[in-house]
Every structure is written in C-alpha cells, then in structure tokens.
C-alpha cells in the first residue's frame, strides 16, 4: 500500500497495521504505570472484536455508542465496529443524563460500548432493547456481555473461520458526532468516510509527523477535534499515552516527555494564570527576575537574538518549558477561541502553540497555524483542501471534501446550514487578511443586541473578565436589557487553598473578603475602560456554586451554555434590573 493513499477509515487500519511496526504503540494507565498495546496487539483485537460483535448480531448501518473515557479500548472498539459497516456515536464520559438520554434516541443507538456501572442507571432503556459491551466491570444479565469475554470469542472465531472486513464506500457515514449544544439541543452530525479521511491528508501535508515522536491524549474522543487528531497520531504509527483524568495532565508531562498534544485554550489559560500566582509567591529577587522575563515575553520589543532574551531563557523560560515536559515541540490548540495574549506569551518562551479553527460540520478543521506558518491572535490559513469566503454579513463560509453529509433527522436545517452552492454557513464572525489568514470576532448567535439597540460582542468581553485569578468563567447577560451585566463563576482553586488553614471557611465567606471584592471590582474597571459605553458592565454577581459539564452548563470542550445558565440562575439575574 503507497504509504500515505487511503480514502476510507477501514483503509487507515490496514495502512497504519501494515505500515508500523511499534511495541509502544497505544499506552494507558494501569495500577499507575504506564502499559503497552503494540501495533500488532492493537491489529488482533480489532479483528478478533469485530468477528464477536457480528456473532452478537451487529451488522453494517447500526448505530453504536461509544459511551467510555478516552484509552485504547476506545480506539480498538471503534475501529472494530468499522470493520463491521457499523457506525460510531461517541457520547461524552461526563455528558449530562438529559442530552444522553437524547442522543440515545434521537441515533436510535442498538449497542453501546460502556466502561462506568455508575452512568448505567442514567440510560432510560424502557424496551431494554439496547446490548451492552462492558468495559472494567461484568454485568451477568441478559444483553450485557465483558469487553474481555467478546474479545475471547472472536479469537476462537477467527481461528476457525477467518476474517473479511467491510469495504465502505467513500460517501458512506462512519460516524455520527453530536454538536456540544452549548446554543440549544445537540445535533447529530453525520460524518463520512471521506469527510474524516480528507482531514488526514490535508494535516500531513502540513504537519508530516516522524514515526518517533511521541503524542500525549488528554481531550476526550467524543470530541470531533480530538478524534481527527488521534486518527492522524494513528495514521503515522507514533506512540500515543493516554491521561486518565485531566488534573493529571501535570504530572504525567513529566513522566511521557511528549513531543506532540492537542489542549483546548481553557487549560492552557490555567497554565498562564498559575505562572502568574506562582511568581507573586518567590521571594523579592526571584520574584523581581521573574515579574520582568514575563512582563517581556509579553512586550512589543520582544526579541529572541537579544542579549536579555539569552538571560531570561536560561534563568526562567527554560523552567516554564519543563511545565510541558521539556520535549514539546507541537502544541495545537482548538475547540474555542485563544486569548492572543497567552498565544504570544506562549510562543515567545519557545513553546511552540498552534491555535486552529473548526467545527463539527467540518469534520472539524477549517484553517489552522503549523509549523512554519504561524501567525500569532489567527486561527490560521485554510486546509489545502478547503475554501473559505467572508459573506456580506462577515459571516466565515466553507466548502471542501471535509463538509457533513448533513444532520441527522433534521434535512430542512441541513439546507438553512449549507446553501445551494455548497458553502457551509459556520455561524461565526471573522474576517481573513491580506496574507489569508483567518481571524474570529465572534458567534453570530453571541453579539447580543440591547433593548436600547446597541451591539454586545460577549465572548471577547468574557475572555477579558476572566484573566482575573479569582474567576473560572464569565457570563455576559445582555440581550434585551437596557444594560450589560455579567455572571461570575468563581476560581474553587484559590477557595481551597485557603481552607488547607482555615478548615471551617466556607466557600461564600472566602469571597465575601473585602480584599477579593475590591480586587474583582477594579479588573471590572479595567475591563471597562476598553469598552464602548453601552458594554461596560453595570452590575455583577458571584457564583459560588459548581458549573459543570455534567449539569449541563458547560460543553465538554469547557464552552458555556449559555441557555441553560440564564435559566438556572434566571432569579439571580433579574436582581441585577
């Protein structure tokens, strides 16, 4: 097989079994060491679970759920049930029980692969129709059957037997991908062969991965983004360590050393803002030291072949880049919009960020920075494979081979959301500058309009409120009030530490501090102070309860769901009119 001309995701597991031969191949966490799955394992146990499932009776076009944390086993079922003709319905880990129960239906799910006994009790399975694959626990009921015993079976079957997998068509769904719903109820998105493989060939020709290197998986493969990346890592046979939990993330860049790793902005917003607390934290020399390389690294004067740049990377940037495990060379950064500030800062200590843009109706990358082409505050020029134009009413459009077939069950918003020429209508604000590179202002769905008819652009105005070390996320209210207010979800981090010495605090008392108070009230001021008269912010109130993926206010990309948060916190609004 030429090395790199597959066209569907069946060909991708024959080019990356054939192609690579690597002991390493796909490593997760066990008894907290790291254990392998060679590339050959990895080609057994797709054939063998795929010869069991068909035994269990699934069969080309069913509709399977993959309802697990992201590993290898992850990876394996997947690839087994494409083996099939089956198509994957990823669900989030940690999806709330009202949009699980949903996607359930609305793809009309016939088996799901399963790793928590606990989420079990959440599925409404009323005609107990569904077959279960158990992953890390054994039910002895009638439709569930143990990833371990399934995976027995099929050896057993392709012993006797043999194995002839599907051979998909181009244009044949693979899988169906719910939007976050972070504006409304998820959608499905149906996927093809072509659509996901089109991606793979646009991101080698501008990455081009070593077999060597090695990629370090934190996001979750229910996310579009996350999966396209993970099929490239595949794709070119390097070594990929799973992270079992994201506040794990720290310590394990310390243990895997990876060259390569895709991150969502809100975690390295975290990063940026703990470097912060931590330099405030030395002691005056240390801290004098450190408060000058960061003000630096952030300045317009910037420049790597000074004398002062030498000093500040030897002394302090050097240790900023073993946050990342020292080895990092790639860092893509998508799934929302990335503060150019910690963009440059990032850069500028030579750790090396490439922000992205996309969405789940493309598969999901539309334009992206690369090696060699990276534009600091863009997202990016388009794939080779994909155009983009800018409507009249600055609207980002696209097309290109990467484009859904449409949404599931809903033709009449398929043709709203791709026109009769085949532009894909993204639904955000942008505009692409004289190098093509592409810029976002904004959802269109998020510039909200005053009753005194003036325009809110609330994501920027929400990135700039939450820079505060006090605030986790910001939530701008204004559509149809005669003035902009906000909710403030604030930080659990600095709440804890201080009740590491006063156990009784409670959370409100901590932020009921005079201190924090007027600190809040003066990062307000200072946001307001950039912004047009009918943006300032009026009014504010502190959250101190959860916000969570799992109540249904955040999006497992750690995007708000803004419906859903006025709704919950609709009393605490009106206090603010």
Same mark, same amino acid.
């Given at each position: ?28 966490l ?49 690839? &087994?049930?494409?083996? !099939? ?7 989030? &880990? +940690? ?21 928590s006994?606990? #989420? ?6 009323e +005609? ?7 992953? +890390? ?5 009638e ?16 012993? &006797? ?7 998909p ?19 499905g ?28 998986s ?62 405030? $934290?030395?002691s ?6 450190? @408060? ?5 690294? %952030? ?5 790597k072949?000074?004398f ?21 060379t ?7 919009p ?17 922000? *992205?843009? *996309? ?28 155009? !983009? ?6 609207? !980002?459009?696209? $097309? ?14 398929? &043709?709203?959301? !791709? ?10 604000v ?26 809110? +652009? ?25 003035? @902009?207010?906000?909710? %403030? ?8 530490? $201080?009740?590491? %010495? ?16 007027k ?11 950039n ?30 769901? #803004? ?15």
């Amino acid at each position: 097989m030429n090395p790199y001309n597959f066209k569907t995701y069946s060909e991708l597991f024959l080019h990356t079994t054939e192609n690579y031969n690597n002991p390493k191949f796909l490593n997760y966490l066990y008894n907290d060491k790291y254990k392998s799955i060679s590339s050959e394992d990895f080609k057994n146990k797709v054939i063998c679970l795929s010869l069991a499932l068909r035994s269990l009776g699934m069969k080309k076009n069913d509709t399977v759920a993959i309802f697990a944390k992201s590993s290898p086993f992850w990876l394996i079922f997947d690839f &087994a049930i494409h083996q !099939i003709g089956a198509i994957s319905v990823p669900i989030f &880990a +940690n999806i709330s029980t009202t949009n699980l129960n949903f996607q359930i239906n609305d793809a009309n799910i016939k088996y799901m692969f399963i790793d928590s006994e606990e #989420r079990l009790q959440d599925i409404e399975d009323e +005609n107990k129709s569904l077959i279960f694959i158990t992953h +890390n626990f054994c039910i002895k009921e009638e439709n569930f059957y143990n990833y371990d015993e399934v995976l027995v079976t099929g050896q057993d079957i392709c012993f &006797a037997y043999g194995f002839e997998p599907h051979i998909p068509k181009e244009d044949e769904v693979f899988s169906i991908i719910y939007t976050s719903g972070n504006t409304g109820t998820p959608k499905g998105v149906m996927l093809t062969h072509k659509n996901i493989i089109s991606q793979l060939h646009d991101i080698n020709q501008l990455i081009n991965l070593e077999k060597e290197e090695i990629a370090l998986s934190l996001l979750p493969l229910a996310h579009i983004f996350e999966r396209t990346v993970m099929s490239y890592y595949l794709s070119r046979g390097v070594s990929i360590y799973f992270v079992d939990d994201i506040q794990n993330t720290a310590n394990l860049l310390k243990v895997v050393y990876p060259t390569i790793m895709s991150a969502v902005p809100r975690l390295l917003e975290k990063i940026f803002y703990k470097i912060k607390v931590n330099i405030d $934290k030395k002691s005056f020399i240390g801290r004098t030291i450190a @408060t000058c390389a960061f003000e630096y690294a %952030l300045s317009d004067e910037f420049n790597k072949n000074s004398f002062l740049f030498k000093i500040y990377d030897k002394i302090v940037y050097s240790k900023l880049r073993d946050i990342f495990g020292s080895k990092l060379t790639k860092l893509i950064s998508g799934g929302a919009p990335l503060s150019k500030q910690i963009y440059l800062f990032f850069v500028n200590i030579n750790v090396n960020i490439y922000q *992205g843009y *996309g969405l789940t109706e493309f598969s999901p990358v539309i334009s992206t920075n690369y090696p060699g082409v990276n534009k600091v505050g863009t997202c990016g020029k388009a794939i080779p494979s994909a155009q !983009i134009k800018i409507s009249n009413e600055n609207e !980002i459009l696209v $097309k290109g081979p990467s484009l859904m077939k449409g949404y599931l069950n809903h033709p009449e918003l398929t &043709a709203k959301t !791709i026109d009769s020429e085949g532009w894909l209508h993204t639904g955000d604000v942008g505009f692409l500058d004289d190098e093509g590179f592409l810029s976002i202002k904004s959802r269109k769905k998020e510039i909200f309009k005053t009753s005194t008819g003036e325009y809110v +652009n609330a994501v920027s105005i929400e990135q700039e409120l939450s820079k505060n070390q006090y605030i986790e996320f910001a939530v701008i209210i204004a559509q149809n009030r005669k003035y @902009t207010t906000t909710l %403030l979800f604030v930080d659990k981090d600095k709440y804890q530490e $201080k009740q590491v %010495l006063n156990k009784s605090l409670t959370i409100e008392e901590y932020y009921k501090d005079e201190k924090i108070q007027k600190e809040i009230q003066n990062h307000i001021d200072n946001v307001n102070s950039n912004l047009n008269e009918w943006e300032r912010i009026v009014q504010f109130k502190l959250i101190t309860k959860d916000i969570s993926v799992e109540n249904g206010e955040l999006t497992p990309s750690m995007k708000i769901c #803004r419906a859903k948060i006025e709704e919950k916190y609709e009393d605490v609004i009106n206090t603010m009119y």
